[in-house]
């Protein structure tokens, strides 16, 4: 069996599962979703929010990238933002980055002439480790480093959405939290909450003693 065909027949012993535990579940899918989360995660096929959080389907709002990134000018990130806040009107943005990430390590690498879209993507990733050079530069491995960038990066995501126009306008206003997911143990680290917005730097020191 091929891999598509492996997935479809997967996906009807789900749908077939998931109504024998639950008999309304497909009706309250189908009425709409009211998420309360929206969550903001890398691409990265190991890191699917759902599944780390124990969620189902109607529980997340979900904006996947390489290197969970936020730009401003980036009408993909933007909408699900917009939407989100506009109109599903969602409490919590979560970022969620994660160790190991390669998006992260691509940033801290010369760029891959073979990957054009992904260099223009991560070119503020790579902006942010310029920034950060020395810092990284004291930690004694590639890993560490890349690590250490990562965790960065998520506060960084959190520090635009926060000054984001459409964070900042909408009522209620959403709490912005900065978290990161340990493949070598399956555990999310948070190391920016939203509800102590100011604690930022505090888990900046944190999170690097962590690293
Ligand atoms: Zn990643």
Same mark, same amino acid.
């Given at each position: ?9 997967? $996906?009807?012993?789900?749908?077939? =599962?998931? +109504?024998? /535990? ?7 899918? @189908?009425? &709409? ?42 009408? $993909?990130?933007?909408?699900?933002? =917009?939407? +989100?806040? /506009? ?7 979560? @970022?969620? &980055? ?114």
């Amino acid at each position: 069996m091929n891999r598509p065909k492996r997935l479809l027949v997967a $996906n009807v012993a789900w749908a077939h =599962e998931t +109504a024998a /535990r639950n008999p309304g579940f497909f009706c309250d899918l @189908v009425r &709409g979703q009211n998420p309360h989360v929206l969550w903001i995660g890398c691409s990265d096929s190991r890191v699917p929010a759902e599944t780390i959080t124990h969620c189902e389907p109607g529980d997340l709002f979900v904006h996947r990238n390489i290197a969970n990134l936020f730009h401003s000018d980036d009408d $993909n990130s933007v909408s699900v933002l =917009e939407y +989100a806040l /506009r109109v599903l009107k969602v409490g919590h943005v979560i @970022v969620c &980055g994660h160790y190991g990430c390669g998006g992260v390590r691509a940033a801290l690498l010369p760029p891959d002439p073979g990957l054009p879209h992904v260099n223009r993507r991560i070119a503020a990733l790579c902006a942010l480790a310029t920034t950060h050079r020395e810092e990284l530069r004291g930690h004694a491995s590639v890993r560490e480093r890349v690590d250490r960038l990562a965790e960065l990066n998520v506060l960084e995501q959190v520090r635009r959405l926060r000054a984001n126009p459409i964070v900042q306008e909408a009522n209620p206003a959403p709490l912005v939290h900065g978290w990161i997911f340990a493949l070598d143990d399956g555990r999310i680290k948070v190391l920016t909450s939203g509800y102590e917005a100011d604690d930022a730097m505090t888990c900046t020191t944190a999170a690097h003693s962590a690293a």
